[in-house]
């Protein structure tokens, strides 16, 4: 089991993942505007596949979080 300081660590580190991913992702979108790339957006709906799982994950965490000894 992890400590709650880990799991704050994690759920941390895992939002600022999302942050980063999600930035990506509007870029991404941008480009595929600008040039019509299919593979620009196919990327892109994979990332926004990733934010979903990692969305899972903070939840999971917190949930951890929550019942792990004080």
Do not use: C, W
Not at 6 to 30: F, H, M, N, P, S
């Amino acid at each position: 089991m992890k400590s709650r300081s880990d799991l704050v660590k994690a759920i941390t580190r895992t939002r600022d993942l999302i942050k980063i991913t999600t930035q990506e992702v509007g870029e991404l979108y941008l480009e595929y505007l600008e040039t019509r790339t299919e593979p620009l957006l196919e990327t892109a709906r994979q990332k926004a596949v990733f934010i979903g799982q990692l969305k899972t994950r903070v939840t999971e965490l917190e949930n951890a979080f929550l019942t792990a000894d004080h």
